[in-house]
């Protein structure tokens, strides 16, 4: 099961990047989809009913809220006096519909605590595959997470990228200007800080332990 999970960040977006396009004519892709508070109004403007919407939907438009009532998504309306954020909830229903696999856009971007609390909602829900794709012009950059046993390879020549832990990993990179080798990654060292892929088929880091965050 894959997931689609839109946050409000995504409003402040140019929704004439290639790779907003790209992710709206691929909706048939995505098993379910879910807007996070005000990241219903990316589905508004595509004239797109997500499966769920979720949140305490403070920062949501009345008119997109309207619209949404008259069609059949779901809603996971909770108080705004509480002690988790939109996206943990959102990242809930994925636990409950039995997702494997979810893309985040909308959640890069914007106050630093809620930031700091976006990755940590990565790491400590049980969903296989997060990734977080940077939706505003001027912030582009992804966000994967990869836990212990798996890999992931980042191609292109010349692309940066930082391995960063918040819990501690155990860390091998291959085809990089800066291998690794089983290395122990303290929480937020800067030792995986700005690599750069150097191998025609990608760079390859392998989690050994632990959880890490690749941004690319």
Known sequence: MKALVVCALV????????????????LADFDITIAVDAGAQWFF???????FVVGDFDSIDPNVLSWLKLRSAQFRLVSSDKDFSDLELALCV???????SAMI??????RLDHQLCVLGALCNSSVTTVTLMGSAKNDQQTVRLVRAEQQYA???????????SLQGANIS??????????????????????NEVTSPVGATVTIHHGTALLIF
Do not use: K
Not at 45 to 51: I, L, R
Not at 184 to 192: I, K, V
């Open 11 to 26: 409003a402040e977006a140019d929704q004439s990047s290639h790779d907003d396009h790209d992710i709206c004519s691929n």
């Open 45 to 51: 403007s595509h004239g797109v009913v997500p499966d």
């Open 94 to 100: 994925c636990e409950e519909q039995g997702v494997q």
């Open 105 to 110: 856009m909308g959640a890069v971007g914007g």
């Open 154 to 164: 980042i191609l292109g020549i010349g692309t940066t990228f930082s391995a960063i």
């Open 173 to 194: 990179i291959a085809g990089a200007r800066w291998p690794l080798n089983q290395v122990q990654l303290e929480p937020l060292s800067a030792h995986g800080l700005s």
